[in-house]
């Protein structure tokens, strides 16, 4: 890559050392599997849908508004807000900026399935790659290091998709691990005493606004009145996590899964503005879903030697709270494994040259012109 050959224009220093990591191994050669039969117009049904954008993921743009007391959510989320769920709604998780926590030793996530797994942990864990990483990776080595040194931050909609993967996927344990905060009046005495005892129930829990729930409970009816999207969840695990050796670079590749029907069929929860056929492709395009599910299938084969459909069971944020399910193209699919060969490829050089350029790393202008659609 040409990118890569060119002198250093600054000192990496320790994030270089951080992703320098050298590991070895042999695995079969991965497959993405046979293509995907069309079912389309039929109620209840899934639909199969391709990725008709080109190009590499833009960078998200982050807030940092959401804060909750305990980590954890998905990276994949997208980034927009419903306009039903306004900025006072999110006052009460504003004010609860949970104290600084001791620093705690994250292991290396181990190779193999793992189910159970701490999203501390995995989201922690420095050893592995993840798809959120490679994406960075193909705007430049620079953006992904960025992203390892210094993580994004939480952002409501971050907070909103974990809510609802919670709810939707893990219901026996939700209330144990989230906490609705009430919308308050903490100019009042009143409402700086209930603020104050509702911060002592949410200790050790993730807080999001109570007004949260009614959308998130419609969200789970209309996904229990989707025949497809019953029939997923009627069985299966949530938040697998699988860790393997990239055969072709020695990288070690690390994924969790939302929801493991079974090894032949993979489900990934999302959130989104516009849950429409055209709209929602529009989301996978922008947002890089493709190499998000070819990675995750890669990674089923590597470790049961099943080639799985992947399904999106896509939410929409805005009433009247739809739901529709997606099912990915062998194109979709194999766009997704294109760009993930090659964000492992620039990686692996970069970590063989000890450095990480960033954009333009020839220093030379580009010519720009206006996008089609203008």
């Known amino acids: 890559m040409g990118d890569i050959d060119v002198a250093p224009l600054h000192d990496v220093g320790a994030m270089v050392s951080l992703c320098m990591t050298s590991l070895g191994g042999v695995h079969p050669k991965a497959r993405i599997g046979p293509p995907a039969e069309v079912a389309i117009g039929v109620a209840g049904h899934w639909r199969s849908i391709a990725q008709v954008q080109r190009g590499p993921p833009r960078r998200a743009v982050l807030s940092k508004r959401a804060r909750s ?14 306009q039903d769920l306004q900025e006072d709604d999110v006052e009460a998780v504003d004010a609860c900026e949970p104290a600084a926590a001791p620093m705690r030793e994250v292991p290396d ?45 939480s952002t409501e909609a971050l907070l909103f998709g ?35 005892e509702c911060l002592v129930q949410a200790a050790g ?22 025949r497809k999207a019953r029939e997923l969840l009627a069985k299966g695990e949530a938040e697998v996590a699988l860790v393997w050796l ?28 516009d849950v429409t056929f055209e709209g929602f492709r529009r989301s ?29 069971i896509a939410c929409e944020k805005a009433r009247p709270n739809t739901i529709a399910v997606y099912r990915a193209t062998r194109p979709m699919l194999e766009r997704g494994r294109s760009d993930f060969r090659r964000a492992l490829r620039r990686l692996a050089e970069c970590r063989e040259r000890g450095h990480f350029p960033m954009l333009q790393a020839d220093g030379e202008w580009e010519d720009i012109d206006l996008p089609r659609w203008a």
């Open 109 to 153: 996530i181990p190779f193999g399935i793992t189910r159970c797994m701490r999203n501390e942990d995995y989201h922690g864990d420095r050893s592995a790659v993840s798809s959120t990483q490679l994406k960075r990776m193909l705007i430049s080595p620079a953006h992904f290091l960025s992203g390892i040194s210094d993580p994004e931050e």
């Open 69 to 82: 007391v305990s980590c954890s959510g998905s990276n994949d989320t997208e980034m927009a807000m419903s």
């Open 205 to 226: 829990r993730t807080v999001y606004p109570e007004a949260w729930k009614e959308p998130i409970e419609r969200i789970i009816d209309n996904a229990m009145g989707h």
């Open 162 to 196: 974990s809510v609802l993967h919670g709810r939707l996927l893990e219901p026996d344990t939700f209330e144990s691990r989230f906490f609705a905060m009430p919308k308050l009046n903490r100019a009042r005495k009143e409402g700086k005493q209930r603020y104050a």
């Open 284 to 312: 996978c395009a922008r947002l890089g879903y493709a190499l998000s599910a070819a990675m995750y299938c890669e990674g089923v084969y590597q470790l049961t030697g099943e080639e799985p459909e992947w399904a999106f």
């Open 246 to 273: 990239d055969p072709d670079t020695g990288i070690k590749c690390k994924i969790k899964i939302d929801w493991w029907h079974d090894a032949r069929t993979l489900a990934d929860v999302k959130s989104a503005e």
